[in-house]
């Protein structure tokens, strides 16, 4: 080892440091954090299906396709901080690779749910302003999902080529490929996210001022901007982490590396428990149109009921001035 190459460690020193005991940190958040998310999702769910009629209790109701999603959501950013823990810790080769191929797959997994999740809550808004897009977007979720499966195999072929000389020849053009494909998904991600807020801000600037609006898709446009923008920050945080990490020595603060890992880590978490609240937003939404519906019924009702009182009573008045009366001998 050269000067240079100490020098080197000796500067990263601090850096890796801090990784080590923000990782270590952040894994029992993302635990802690992980089981209140499904302790309140469960909570919801079964405010939901409680306050539904007895025949909508159904077994699909609590499977239902948003809370499917919502869960593997959860569990995906669980392993992915488990496996980013694992495969920073690791130095035996097969450990190395296997850790790494299931932190790509699980980050890739749940960039690819959040996206789906995302044209999920957004379609009723799209289908009302754009109804020609939607065909197109879930042709684009199943190019950034075969994307994705190849950025898991070229990423899992490039941390083999570092142990194996049968791949050492190819580990730039692993390396190119990755690098490229980490483009396109951060890309991918951009465009959609921006898609969506466009689509959710005309939608909020069009009913801005009327009572003539929904307040379903206004609770979905809110929350949906604000998940895009939590979005972007963590995949924006994942890129400036990839450049600096990447470089010969270190191209920020000691400050702003570690505010950086803390977006890294956890605006996963910012992101579901924004999902859990828009859920219920939506759930109280749901029960407050079903108490109005009840309101209207039962006034409907007394009103009917008030005015057959009446026509009855007027019946028997009207017979009454008409009946022939007896003389009293």
Known sequence: MNSTDLNSTE????YSQVFSTLSYQDLWITISAAILQLILLAALIRRETW??????????????????????????????????QLYGNA??????????????????????????????????????????????????????????????IFTTLLVISNYTTLLTSSTDLFNSAVN??????????????VLVIGVYAMYLQRISGSSNNVEKLVILSRYGIASCV?????????????????????????????????????????????????????????????????????????????ESSGSERKSYLTASEYRPSRSIR
């Open 11 to 14: 500067i990263w020193a601090p």
């Open 180 to 193: 490229a494909q980490l483009m396109a998904v951060n890309a991918s991600m951009l465009i959609f996210d």
């Open 230 to 306: 939590v979005l972007e920050i963590w995949q924006l945080s994942i890129v400036l982490y990839n450049i600096w990490t990447n470089a010969a020595l270190p191209e920020c603060s000691l400050t702003t590396y570690t505010i950086l890992l803390r977006f890294y880590d956890l605006s996963p978490l910012a992101y579901l428990f924004l999902q859990l609240a828009m859920k219920w937003s939506l759930m109280r939404d749901d029960e407050r149109t079903a108490q109005e519906k009840i309101n209207r019924v039962v006034k409907a009702k007394a009103m009917a009921t008030s």
């Open 51 to 84: 306050t539904s009629p007895l025949d909508s209790r159904t077994k699909k109701k609590i499977l239902s396709y948003t809370n499917i999603l919502l869960v593997v959501m959860v569990l995906s950013n669980l392993f992915l901080t488990v496996f980013n």
């Open 91 to 152: 130095s035996d080769p097969i450990h190395t690779v296997v850790y790494c191929a299931f932190l790509t797959f699980y980050t890739g997994l749940l960039e690819f749910l959040m996206m789906l999740y995302g044209y999920r809550r957004g379609l009723p808004v799209i289908q009302l302003l754009l109804p020609s897009i939607p065909p197109f977007l879930i042709v684009f979720l199943i190019l950034f999902g075969i994307l994705q499966i190849s950025l898991l």
